[in-house]
Nanobody, 122 residues
Framework: QVQLVESGGGLVQAGGSLRLSCAAS????????MGWFRQAPGNEREFVAV???????YYADSVKGRFAIFRDNAKNTVYLRMNGLKPEDTAVYYC????????????????WGQGTQVTVSS
């Protein structure tokens, strides 16, 4: 089992920045892909970003150029740096790890955190 704990969410004005963290514990592995998803009220969960075990990154079009994902394998932690935040970025953000065959498909991930709320005011 792997436990994931997200932190760093909060309330920020449009145009502001936040950095989310997700610390993994338990049966961690540097071979995992580590991803971020989000879910806004009334919406389905959507893919945000992923970083592979080789540190390749992939982003949703909606966040490309504004968000950056990176990982610290020594700390078993993945981060999501979010700049230029918009009200439509408001959501609960979840981290996930696993061996996804399709990075954007949430069902392919094995473990999930509880989520951290990000609220962007206009």
């Amino acid at each position: 089992q792997v436990q994931l704990v997200e932190s760093g969410g909060g309330l920020v004005q449009a145009g502001g920045s936040l950095r989310l963290s997700c610390a993994a514990s338990g049966r961690t592995s540097t071979n995992y892909a580590m991803g971020w998803f989000r879910q806004a009220p009334g919406n389905e969960r959507e893919f945000v970003a992923v970083i592979s075990r080789t540190a390749s990154t992939y982003y949703a079009d909606s966040v490309k150029g504004r968000f950056a994902i990176f990982r610290d394998n020594a700390k078993n932690t993945v981060y999501l740096r979010m700049n230029g935040l918009k009200p439509e970025d408001t959501a609960v953000y979840y981290c996930a790890v696993g061996y996804p065959s399709d990075y954007v498909r949430g069902h392919d991930y094995d473990y999930w955190g509880q989520g951290t709320q990000v609220t962007v005011s206009s």
